[in-house]
Nanobody, 127 residues
Framework: QVQLKESGGGSVQAGDSARLSCTVS????????MAWFRQAPGKGREFVAT????????YYADSVKGRFGISRDDAKNTVYLLMNNMMPEDTAVYYC????????????????????WGQGTQVTVSS
């Protein structure tokens, strides 16, 4: 049974930092591209960040570039999202997602590319 479990959400102040974690089970994590998406109230789900299966390639949405960092620890089957200098517009439910990749350098960033999803964790940033 495939499970993606996010943690680390909560309420923070603008300018604060926070780190989300997503632990994966039931999949061969080391073969997966991992990504974070988010959905703000009243909006569709949007891409945030993605990381290749070897961790060597990352890609970010323009809205978070320079503030957020994605990383992975294959020994723990966990992907992280470090969020710095957070802003109220970062308020959303954050989801992690996984899909198999054929090559170490592959990355994906479209919602439709991903087959496995977590249930999400709420992040609220107040001004």
């Amino acid at each position: 049974q495939v499970q993606l479990k996010e943690s680390g959400g909560g309420s923070v102040q603008a300018g604060d930092s926070a780190r989300l974690s997503c632990t994966v089970s039931g999949r061969t994590f080391s073969s997966d591209v991992m990504a974070w998406f988010r959905q703000a109230p009243g909006k569709g789900r949007e891409f945030v960040a993605t990381i290749s299966r070897d961790g060597g390639t990352t890609y970010y949405a323009d809205s978070v570039k320079g503030r957020f960092g994605i990383s992975r620890d294959d020994a723990k089957n966990t992907v992280y999202l470090l969020m710095n200098n957070m802003m109220p517009e970062d308020t959303a439910v954050y989801y992690c997602s996984a899909r198999y990749a054929s090559y170490d350098y592959d990355i994906y960033y479209r919602e439709s590319d991903f087959a496995s999803w977590g249930q999400g964790t709420q992040v609220t940033v107040s001004s």
